[in-house]
């Protein structure tokens, strides 16, 4: 067993016990929107023009610190910080510092083009349990169209060899689009080469919260495509006997083992969002997860206490469609309700375009391994 996967089995133990006594385990601290890039997908940037038009505000570091505090009484050990990209947050350096110093155990997003060698230095200090960073690409010219960055790789790059050399973990994402899916065997490639965990999905979630009127699109692939592409990204991650087992384990027949009560109004969220993780927007609200603009409420007025124990009440009185817990794809499909609400606007409609991608994922899978088949002469 792996470090990584040890490190998994605990943080999910951790969250096993969090959700049955209703502890706030994990929590989210989006510090801004703004962001060193315009990735055509993204659900939450905003360029400096459009945030003054909202006419918020980004919380001080002294009203994050305060929430913070207030989050450990009641248990909050991890927590991830993220933006936008969370580098360009004025107080970063200090928020991190204070956050670091009152002993959680902290992760960051980030994009990577903001971090130098002075950024490293003092993370060096106090350095994160990780830094996530999303690789847009394997080329300067696939940042510059799918992100607007025309430097994004050279910088990104320089990044991970400057935090590397300073002993700070590092894990890659990647979300794979149309515009980036020409570079994705390079980029697996790179991401082996400087053994880096990667996690890469062409599944996008629809940008609700950048635009209300975005329920079930964005800049991403047809169902069908999708799911070749996340067919093709686990044959180059992991091989093609481990696609056969895949394979072979999604057309098997699954018995459905789905409450009566669940046929008529859908089972209740199968994730960790409002049971033991939590996620506070850069305008101050609190949801479960931050693809989803509700339930909402307002830790920076009420109180932590009490905006979470409302967020577990109204978490779990949310429903999936009826029609996922009775389907014979759910053993591999794994709808959560994000997709769900982004998808439909609501939790309790069927997402079809996820429905449609996982549909399509067996015969992908055939596909896939048809062509690599030898052929008899």
Not at 29 to 38: G, I, K, Q, R, W
Request: charged letters at 25%; hydrophobic letters at 35%.
């Amino acid at each position: 067993m792996t470090g990584n996967q040890t490190e998994l089995q605990i943080i999910e133990h951790m969250h096993r016990r969090a959700v049955a006594q209703g502890i706030p385990l994990s929590g989210t601290f989006e510090l801004t929107p703004l962001c060193s890039m315009a990735c055509k997908m993204c659900y939450v940037r905003m360029s400096p023009e459009e945030l003054a038009a909202t006419g918020k505000r980004l919380r001080t570091a002294d009203e994050w610190l305060a929430l913070a505090r207030e989050a450990k009484e009641q248990g909050m050990l991890l927590l991830l910080l993220t933006g936008g990209e969370p580098f360009l947050y004025p107080e970063f350096r200090r928020l991190y510092t204070e956050l670091r110093q009152m002993g959680f155990v902290i992760s960051i997003n980030s994009n990577a083009t903001l971090i130098t060698e002075e950024t490293v230095a003092w993370l060096k200090e106090n350095p994160p349990q990780r830094i996530n960073i999303t690789l847009y690409g394997a080329s300067d010219a696939t940042y510059a169209r799918l992100c607007g960055h025309p430097t994004g790789f050279t910088q990104v790059t320089r990044a991970i060899e400057l935090l590397r050399d300073a002993g700070i973990s590092v894990k890659l994402n990647c979300s794979v689009t149309p515009e980036n899916v020409c570079d994705l065997e390079d980029i697996i490639a790179y991401s082996d080469e400087h053994k880096l965990v990667l996690q890469a999905t062409s599944y996008m979630f629809p940008p609700l919260r950048r635009d209300a009127e975005s329920v079930g699109r964005n800049a991403r692939f047809a169902a069908e495509e999708c799911a070749r592409t996340e067919v093709k990204i686990r044959r180059l991650q992991y091989g093609a006997e481990n696609l056969r087992e895949y394979c072979k384990a999604i057309e098997s027949p699954q018995p459905v083992d789905t409450p009566l009560c669940a046929d008529c109004e859908g089972e209740g969220l199968q994730c960790r969002a409002g049971k033991s993780a939590f996620w506070v927007t850069w305008d101050g609200r609190m949801t479960p997860c931050g693809m989803v603009n509700e339930p909402a409420v307002l830790p920076f007025g009420q109180g932590f206490a009490d905006a979470w124990q409302s967020l577990r009440a109204q978490t779990a009185a949310l429903h999936l469609p009826p029609e996922c817990a009775s389907c014979d794809a759910k053993h591999y499909c794994h709808t959560c309700a994000a997709m769900c609400y982004t998808e439909t606007g609501r939790y309790d409609c069927k997402p079809q375009y996820r429905c449609d991608l996982m549909r399509a994922v067996p015969a992908a899978c055939r596909e896939l391994l048809e062509k690599e088949e030898p052929h008899e002469e």
